[in-house]
């Protein structure tokens, strides 16, 4: 069963015990109500007996007119009230018939002793006779006012212990209700336990366990609930990312064998074309200081033009192996101060060309945590371009500095030069793209292709933000240290 | 337990042993010893039905009540009995109770467990000129002395206003009273059932009967000596409870208790059922009852079967303990 079906059972449970306290509650008070209502009218007997017996008492003291009349609307109202009265159960009605005949008794005897001849006039032994039956008559009323009150009183404490077991009944249904309740508490609580955060803890180790690369940690979860289906999802997931992470480790090895080729080929590449250009630079050297007098001057000309591209050939072929190096370079990562860096690639590139001035503005206190070698190359790649492109900039300012861009750390080397369009700025960090003229601005188009390589090795980002010729900036962020 | 304690210990012991009192003693003996029965004088009469019952049902048993029945032809008789020893309990009317303490004898009323207001009656022969109540003055009048049924000829006679110096009594035994009317020595008999029904059976078409509700409700009593009952508290208490138990089978089941009443004290089913729904079997000691008693007292001293004197204090006499301590609603006596 599913553990919404189950929660909705238990919910729908708890609410039907609710509903069912609550209905036997209602009916329990409806239960008092009407035992109060029965009560009353038991008191309303009891108080009228209690009357019927005062003025009877009263008319055989005095007998006045006043207290018969009042005797005669006490039984009348008497009649009314037990003609009217619902009482139930055997006993209740045979003590309300005993009270109705007992009434009619009384009165009947009272309307007798009202009707007793005078003794005055009579012989002394009829006078006897009637003053013995008016003893006779007046304590057969007295029997039967004392024994209504009684019952009276039996009726008012068959309703007073009616209260008391509706209250009673209350009480048991609240003390079930809650027991109840408590139960359905207790077993939901078990069954969430077992159901719910047994898996769930089970699900958080899986978590845990595949998080620390242990991608064979099966859960086995045979339920069919949510967390049943959620756990057999887990353990296909894991499946997928063991064949996943299988075929990326295959894909890896041969991409690391494809480098590997590559790096080899590209290095032999480089390191046997430099013979043959050494040769050529050498050999048109040679011709130019050992012929030179007899060569004219077109063929000088040639001779420096193949001694130019021989050596720009070399340079190329020297930062094709550095491209290549800084991929092979296995990263030693440590706290590298770049503002330190930086003061020491702009005091050398000072030093090459002291005709020029440029206004170094170099943030104090730039730390990043990298490789330190590779960071050098860097920075030496970004600021030699600002160098060369603030070139033709008469009041040339270069500046290196940190800033926060989309909440991480990023530095930058901002220069005021030529800058360049932006809609060729995703051509800038491949390797030999120009955006500049050779003419214009010397350089092998491999400066950039570095950066991105070095950057991209310690997993960070480098871009660039632009305007002809109002200079460029150029950013990179590196993957923070995990503290 | 080291000897140096064992001796002051066994000491206490012994010692404790002496000084518990001595009632610890009486009851762990009277528990062991085979309770006595308690000896029960019932008159044969349909009134004891609640202490029949209690029998046959083996109510009494249930408390744990060993009972020995006395049989009595009435209530008078069982009175008798009780005075002579021959009976610890006996039950009977009023009246016999009243003329009893009257003579000075301490009885107590235990509980009420039966009233009837219509049982009672006087049957006369027609062929002497009785057709009503008046025609009763100046006949002979057959009734047992110091019982129920000279009260009720008294009350019934005051009832018709009939002074009863204008009746002649006779003395007639309980049994006789059939015979003798039938045999024209009384015009009349004031009696209870069954006699009642064997004397209007006795005479057949020539019989009149009054009856008179409102003159007398006879109510039956058990009775015991003041002694007796202060002294056997518990076994009281265990009557009661009996007796409680069997007013609730008799009313819930009527036929049984009248088949079991029928059969003890030999009675014709179809007469028994007759008067059974005039008899109201109640356990209860009222507050009416003192007033009855004291009207049967004034009557008891006015016929003469007592001294004259001062009227008695009824209200010790009867015993409010037992029923308070097991059903006080049952009690409605002003205490």
Redesign the interface.
Known sequence: MKISTKGRVAATTAFLTIALVAGMIWWANDEVGDANERRRETTDLARGLTELRLVTFEYMLHRHERPREQERRVHERLERLIADSPLAGDAQIEALGTLRRRNQ?AHR?FLELAATPSVEGTSA??A???R??E???S??L??LQ??SL?DA??LT?FSTERINAAQQRVVLVIIAGLSLNALIAGAATWFIRRDVLSPIARLQQATREVASGDLDYQLHNDSDDEIGETARNFDAMTHSLRTSFRQIERSNQELAALNQEIEAFSYSVSHDLRAPLRSMDGFSLALLEDYGDKLDAEAKDSLQRVRAASQRMGRLIDELLGLSRVTRTELKRGPVNLSEVAREIAESLGHQSPQRHVEWRIEEGMTVHADKSLMQIALQNLLENAWKFTGKTEQAVIRIGMRVVDGAKACFVADNGVGFDMTYADRLFGAFQRLHHENEFSGTGIGLATVQRIIRRHEGKVWVEALPGQGATFFFSLKEPVP | MSARWAAPVVAAVVAALFLLPRDTWHASAHAAAPATPIRIALSSTPHAALLYIAVAQGFFAEEGLPIAIVPATHGKAALDLLAQGKADLATAAEVPFVISVLHGERLSVVATVASVSSEMAVVARRERGISNPADIAGKRVGVTPGTSGEYYLWAFLIRHMISPDDVILEAVAPGQMPQQLAAGNVDAVSTWEPIKSAARDALGDSSVTFSESDAYTVTHVVIGTSGFIATHAEEINKLLRALLKAEAFARANPDKAQRIVAERLKLDPKTLRAGWSDLTFRVDLRQSQLVTLEDQARWAMARGHSPSGPLPNFLPRLYLDGLLAIQPDRVTVVH
């Open positions: 008794e005897l032994k009829q006897e006779a009637i013995r039956f003893a006779q008559v304590s057969r007295l029997i004392q024994e009684a009183f039996f404490d």
